[in-house]
């Protein structure tokens, strides 16, 4: 069986419906009106491009067909008519503009083959941007060709209209390579390239030093709905990758999201503050966490109280970046129906890791998450919940490392339920799972069932969680502190050195190992 999880006017994209993790178990081919389209598919998620708007198609996959209709376009227009040459010399920012610019409701802007030099370039709504396979938008170095977002303006009512922001509190920012404010019902598609040449220009040094305004992202969408990415490859971007900001109703599907493993804080996929967000097929490799889900700082959790919530990520990989599905630590609106399934995780710092602190608020409430079916390989801690995240000029105070007994306040932050369920966690090297609560607000239930640690021959030796004082551990089994409930059931610990199981300061517990 499978599913169409995205269209377009010119494009599909399906997913298998099965329990593989990423990868199908058996490779098959894809016909489109009995014709052979994609041969030997390794992958659950596959796309189909170069189809014509408002016709039917029958795509057969594994011996069965379904027929499909692709979406209405009014118009195409080409950004070649517009002036762009495309030599990858010539810069054809304005061009590109102004072909989305000059695009009726439902009409497709089509960039063809070519290399095409441009600092950012502006969505709006109603709009279908498609890359052909062979296009590459490889963007300016200079930083004065990239206009600056104020971090708000003031409604005549009095109230904020955030626009630029930086890691969870208003500033002001440059414009990102792709960026979009109150767009609606547009889509971005094809196998193109958005590649933000930063390494050929000074985004990445002193990268902690504002220089006017901070780095831009690859792409930025603000106050958004009902828009889609498939199929386009982000890459070498200045800062994160994908961040949508108090954005709803999102798809990012069968993309390609790299930077190199070096590079500083090119995060792959950040929503803050976004709902119902699906993350599906995607491909990521960066230099920080893969995806890491967010709602601000303490201001703006207290101020607008909008959680990130109703995000789905299936059949995605990770590798290299230092945790492959993040929550947090700028998490003050909280965070809810958060489900991680059939992804594969490899040579993360980290695999599914929660991270906040005191001082996120009382609002910084993360509940109600899943995480199953999954794979990690050569991981270095699996499992991570630390709510003394150290991060940030306030992280290293006493008030955030302290282990003494705070009052809960208004800015006292709580994590509640928790499952962990279907892994294989291979090569593990310095604990297979770290979670510390604070003693005044005790993570409220952690549940482990059906999990496989192993760990590396050859293990590195690493704190396992970013928190003050900590010692580096090596093959550490699973580590609670300070959590209400803890259920463990048919959970295989194979090479841990002491215990496999250590419980401090929790309530209740029942262990089966």
């Not at 695009?103 to 802007?109: G, N, T």
């Not at 279908?128 to 060709?145: C, F, Q």
């Not at 290293?396 to 932050?413: A, G, I």
């Not at 021959?457 to 609670?480: C, H, T, W």
Request: charged share 25%; net charge negative; hydrophobic share 35%.
């Amino acid at each position: 069986m499978f599913k169409c999880i995205f269209k377009s006017s010119r494009s599909f994209t399906f997913e298998l419906d099965n329990k593989d993790i990423y990868y199908s178990k058996n490779p098959f081919d894809v016909l489109v009106n009995d014709q052979v389209v994609l041969k030997e598919v390794k992958t659950n998620v596959f796309s189909i491009y170069h189809l014509e708007p408002k016709t039917t198609y029958r795509v057969s996959v594994l011996g069965e067909s379904i027929t499909f209709e692709t979406d209405m376009e009014s118009t195409s227009l080409n950004v070649k008519d517009f002036g762009a040459i495309g030599d990858g010399i010539k810069e054809d920012t304005q061009a590109i503009q102004m072909a989305i610019m000059a695009a009726p409701k439902q009409a497709r802007v089509f960039i063809p083959e070519g290399t095409y030099l441009t600092g950012p370039i502006f969505l709006k709504s109603d709009l279908l941007l498609e890359l052909d396979e062979k296009a590459t938008l490889i963007y300016l170095t200079d930083r004065n060709k990239y206009p600056q977002m104020p971090s708000h303006t003031v409604f005549h009512d009095g109230t904020n209209y955030e626009l630029g922001t930086w890691e969870g509190t208003p500033d002001n920012q440059f414009a990102s390579m792709i960026t979009g404010f109150n767009v609606e019902n547009t889509k971005v598609i094809g196998r193109g390239v958005f590649d933000g040449n930063a390494q050929n220009g000074d985004w990445w040094e002193n990268h902690r030093v504002k220089r006017g305004a901070w780095r831009p992202n690859g792409l930025y969408l603000a106050h958004s709905n009902n828009v889609g990415f498939q199929g386009i490859t982000v890459k070498n971007t200045p800062s994160w990758n994908l961040h949508p900001y108090f954005s709803n109703n999102l798809d990012f599907i069968d993309m390609v999201i790299e930077s190199p493993k070096e590079s500083p804080n090119t995060d792959g996929c950040d929503p803050e503050s976004c709902k119902d967000v699906n993350i599906i097929g995607v491909n990521f490799s960066v230099g920080d966490d893969c995806i890491a889900l967010k709602s601000g700082k303490y201001e703006m959790g207290r101020k607008y109280k909008t959680p990130c919530e109703n995000v789905y990520i299936r059949n995605c990989i990770m590798q290299f970046g230092h945790g492959a599905v993040v929550l947090g630590s700028e998490m003050a609106g909280g965070m809810k129906n958060i489900f991680v399934t059939q992804c594969y995780f490899n040579q993360t710092d980290r695999g599914l890791r929660i991270k906040t602190r005191r001082g996120r608020g009382k609002d910084a409430i993360i509940d109600g998450i899943t995480f199953e079916n999954i794979y990690m390989k050569d991981v270095l801690t699996p499992l991570v919940m630390n709510m003394y995240y150290f991060c940030d000029p306030d992280g290293k105070t006493e008030y955030v490392w302290s282990k003494e007994t705070h009052p809960v306040d208004e800015r006292t932050p709580y994590l509640g339920e928790f499952t962990f369920k279907d892994m294989v966690c291979e090569n593990a090297h310095v604990s297979a799972g770290f979670f510390y609560g604070l003693p005044e607000q005790p993570i409220k239930k952690i549940s482990l069932e059906n999990i496989k640690f192993t760990y590396s021959n050859e293990p590195i030796a690493d704190v396992p969680a970013m928190m003050s004082f900590l010692e580096p551990r090596i093959k550490q089994g699973l580590y609670f502190n300070h959590v209400d409930e803890v259920f463990v059931k048919n959970v295989d610990i194979q090479g841990h050195d002491g215990k496999a199981v250590e419980l401090i300061s929790v309530k209740h517990s029942d262990i089966q190992l």
